[in-house]
């Protein structure tokens, strides 16, 4: 499992265990630092909800709720192509969701605003003309 892993971090969790494959091993879910994109579980049928509950809280599934979020949206037609025009990453757009609100609750006790305007769609990614953070201190 080891050698196929790709680039990245991953965390392994076991209420039973201090390290897995030499990798150290947290207690539950919630223990994990920041929030992670995917969760592969593996236990008893018996745990299996609570687990995906964790996960969720933890961003996993993140990206497909954002992109189902910004479908739902009546102008998501100009993503579409709309009236023949280009096809607009929406994908691209559901990830700068993901990514804002990652960074907005990884530092909720330090951020005291938060302004991106305007975001510019293209067929593939996304810009950012202006941001701004401002932080307490």
Same mark, same amino acid.
């Given at each position: 499992?080891?050698?196929?892993?790709r680039e990245g971090s991953y965390y392994f969790v076991n209420p039973g265990r201090?390290?897995?494959?030499?990798?150290p091993c947290y207690r539950t879910v919630e223990e994990v630092p920041g929030s992670f994109d995917l969760a592969v579980i593996c236990t008893p049928q018996g745990t299996v909800e609570a687990l995906?509950?964790?996960?969720?809280? #933890?961003?996993?599934?993140?990206? &497909?709720?954002?992109?189902?979020?910004? @479908?739902?949206?009546?102008?998501?037609?100009?993503?579409?192509?709309?009236?023949?025009? #280009?096809?607009?990453?929406?994908? &691209?757009v559901a990830d700068l969701?993901? @990514?804002v609100a990652r960074?907005?609750?990884d530092e909720k006790d330090r951020l005291a605003e938060l302004d991106i305007n305007p975001v510019f769609v293209y067929e593939t990614g996304v810009a950012l003309a202006d941001a701004l953070v401002l932080k307490y201190d």
């Open positions: 499992m080891i050698e196929y892993m201090d390290e897995v494959f030499g990798k995906l509950k964790s996960s969720r809280a #933890k961003g996993a599934g993140a990206e &497909a709720e954002a992109l189902k979020m910004l @479908r739902s949206l009546k102008g998501y037609k100009l993503f579409a192509g709309y009236r023949g025009g #280009k096809k607009l990453d929406g994908q &691209a969701i993901v @990514r960074m907005a609750a």
